[in-house]
């Protein structure tokens, strides 16, 4: 099992330490995944001394973002904004080993500088307002009920001096139903010094990151100290994206997917049904054929000039019998492995690249693995879904797995509840299938903060302890709370999202150990739609109704009786039929009379 980047090894090694070294760098690595999937990972790193940042003066550092840094004494801050579900059984192990990852929606953690508790959470208030304005996100709407304070999950990754540890507090946040979108890609281009004009930025576009199956947006910044150097402040901006290669390649213009005609059609003639109307299609079968430009839908342009040159800008995850062509001016630089390989492009021109399909029929026949490096395995694999039915009690499962065969894996579980999930604790059971072994060989911690109604929610952090080759079942019963209707989202009947489970799967204390080991790995489980008793908000509107409609029949009536005048019939003027039949009969009555007074003056 090896991490994402050891096909990289031993270029990654030289140019890992230039990056150090310099102000700016940018890298993109691209590797083809089974089914006609890739995987971009679009890499950022800016580094500024801490005595020009604590002296505000900014050049690669953003001054938006570190002007808020200053301002609540944030030491370390890490930001993740993701669409979409990894499928570890077909893609393998996750992208820089989970750690630029986040559960669905936004997460936010961050270390600041507080003697006290009420002033951590005062500065986090800070924060999150000032953070949700410049990323156009929601991050106002974490407060304390959406907090956590993790124990055993999150190590802080920078180098940080003891005095300042001593003061350091550790607040965690999630909004599992944040919609991430363009709005969100925008504010984090303007962080890049060459703001998606030039260079690999240049390719990112928000109709091809969000039409991804898979995507990740991670923030990262943590002072970086080396022997006998000042200390740097760096931020790291990352961008993973999985690309259904043949929806990619649909043009903008007219996106809707037609279906080729017969005779485009590429059959396996191999089956026993394969006849003139019956096609089983290879297209997976018969390889992959892309190119740069047209996945992305523009090349890449030039190069930053903020960049480091010793870098190369675009790196391949593929054997060196895949056939690669690319424009004129560009320089390939070959892995010794035999595994990748990386481009120095041209600063000022175009840039793409063609990977045509490769041949898998006669003499000079090409197989899978001269196409694509076959994926790593992950070291666990997770799944997490709810039990029960009904809407007063329910249960969690989740389902851990450790495919190696002779290597154990030790990790923290962690997950953060709403409120209104309140567990019981009692139920929790870890079963173990594929091993001899009992439920305390399995859990060996637990850290539990219970939940208080509308104050804050459950924290539930597990040590945990898998043997080769087994899976373990980890169950736990909960009850649904009654909500007030004023807590209900406008769409209630949807339902309520509950964040993802965080695993940090602790580095190996073996000397021989692989790489992937040696080093702390993160992996997330998927987001659960949790339903909650919901009242029906049509019926404030019919009891209005149907209480006004009473309250008019009896004021009235009761109105009429107390305003209106009652006399007797002979007691009142004689009143002719009212209407307009009794208005003409009076008319004509009048009309009479005083034809009748003029003819007895004539007499």
Not at 534 to 541: I, K, R
């Amino acid at each position: 099992m090896r991490s994402f980047f050891s096909y990289l090894i031993p270029l990654s090694i030289l140019f890992w330490s230039v990056a150090v070294a310099s102000d700016y760098y940018e890298q993109l690595i691209l590797k083809p995944l089974p089914q006609s999937t890739l995987l971009a990972s679009f890499n950022f790193r800016s580094n500024t001394s801490l005595s020009q940042f604590e002296a505000h003066n900014f050049r690669y550092f953003p001054r938006s973002l570190g002007q808020i840094l200053q301002h609540v004494g944030t030491r370390e801050l890490h930001l993740r904004f993701s669409l979409g579900r990894w499928d570890a059984e077909s893609w393998g192990a996750r992208p820089w080993d989970g750690t630029k990852e986040g559960g669905t929606g936004v997460e936010l953690w961050a270390w600041l500088e507080a003697e006290t508790d009420e002033e951590a959470d005062r500065k986090w208030r800070i924060l999150t307002n000032a953070l949700s304005g410049l990323f156009c996100a929601s991050l106002n709407f974490i407060d304390e009920t959406r907090t956590t304070r993790p124990v055993m999950s999150f190590q802080p990754e920078g180098d940080h001096p003891n005095s300042t540890l001593a003061n350091m507090q550790l607040l965690h946040g999630v909004l599992p139903r944040e919609v991430v979108c363009t709005e969100n890609l925008t504010p984090f281009l303007k962080l890049l010094p060459c703001k998606g004009k030039a260079g690999i930025s240049s390719l990112l576009d928000g109709h091809k990151l969000f039409d991804a199956s898979w995507q990740s947006m991670a923030i990262d910044i943590r002072p970086i100290c080396s022997d006998g150097e000042e200390c740097v402040l760096q931020i790291e901006q990352t961008i993973d994206m999985v690309l259904d290669i043949e929806r990619s390649k649909r043009p903008r213009d007219n996106p809707i997917p037609r279906p080729p005609p017969g005779h485009e059609l590429k059959c396996n003639t191999s089956k026993p049904y394969h006849s003139g109307d019956t096609c089983f299609p290879t297209d997976f079968a018969e390889g992959q054929e892309w190119a740069l430009d047209q996945v992305f839908g523009k090349p890449i342009k030039g190069t930053c000039p903020l960049t480091d040159p010793n870098v190369p800008p675009v790196c391949v995850q593929a054997p060196h019998s895949r056939d690669i062509y690319t424009t004129a001016g560009a320089n390939e630089i070959k892995n010794p492995n035999g595994l990748s390989r990386c481009y120095q492009i041209p600063s000022e021109s175009d840039f793409s690249m063609i990977l045509p399909r490769m041949s898998r029929e006669g003499e000079h026949a090409k197989t899978d693995a001269d196409e694509m490096v076959k994926p790593e395995t992950p070291l666990l694999y997770a799944e997490r879904s709810f039990t029960g039915h009904g809407y007063e009690r329910g249960g969690v499962r989740t389902i851990l797995t450790n495919p190696s065969p002779d290597t154990e894996v030790e990790f923290v579980y962690m997950e953060s509840l709403p409120w209104f999930m309140r567990i019981y604790l009692h139920t929790l059971r870890a079963q173990i299938e594929g091993a001899s072994g009992s439920e305390k060989d399995v859990i060996e911690e637990i850290y539990y903060r219970p939940a208080l109604d509308r104050v804050r929610g459950t924290q539930l952090e597990l040590r945990m302890r898998i043997p080769p080759a087994s899976t373990v079942f980890l169950t736990y019963d909960f009850e649904k709370s009654i909500l007030r209707y004023t807590e209900y989202p406008p769409d209630a009947n949807r339902g309520f999202d509950v964040a993802a489970a965080i695993i940090t799967i602790l580095p190996s204390e073996s000397p021989n150990a692989p790489l992937a080991r040696q080093k702390t790995s993160n992996l997330r489980t998927t987001t659960l739609l949790l339903s909650l008793p919901t009242p029906d908000f049509s019926m404030p509107y019919n009891v209005i109704i149907f209480t006004s409609t009473a309250i008019a029949l009896a004021f009235g009536g009761l109105y009429n009786i107390l305003i209106r005048r009652f006399v007797g019939a002979d007691e009142g003027p004689e009143v002719i039929s009212g209407g307009l039949k009794g208005k003409i009969i009076a008319g004509v009555a009048k009309l009479i009379g005083k034809l009748k007074g003029t003819k007895g003056k004539v007499d």
